[in-house]
């Protein structure tokens, strides 16, 4: 999971960006548990106070090892 972050934000595409529904990758990978995933969105600059469409961050969505990511960020 992490390794495809690498891929995806070295071809370009922002850590922070906002896909058709206002979610954030950052928000379903917290959402999904999936810390290693969480850990390489905030290493790629992925901003954990950004909100999505219903006004919650990642932290307030955020399920198992991502939750302790996010509150620990390591």
């Not at 906002?18 to 917290?30: C, F, N, Q, S, T």
């Amino acid at each position: 999971d992490g390794r495809l972050v690498e891929w995806v934000v070295a071809a370009g595409v922002g850590p922070n960006v906002v896909e058709g529904k206002g979610r954030r990758a950052l928000h379903d990978a917290a959402r999904g548990g999936k810390a290693d995933m969480v850990r390489a969105l905030l290493n790629a600059g992925a901003d954990p106070t950004m909100l999505d469409a219903q006004s919650r961050t990642a932290l307030d969505v955020s399920r198992g090892d991502a939750k302790t990511v996010l509150l620990t960020n390591k």
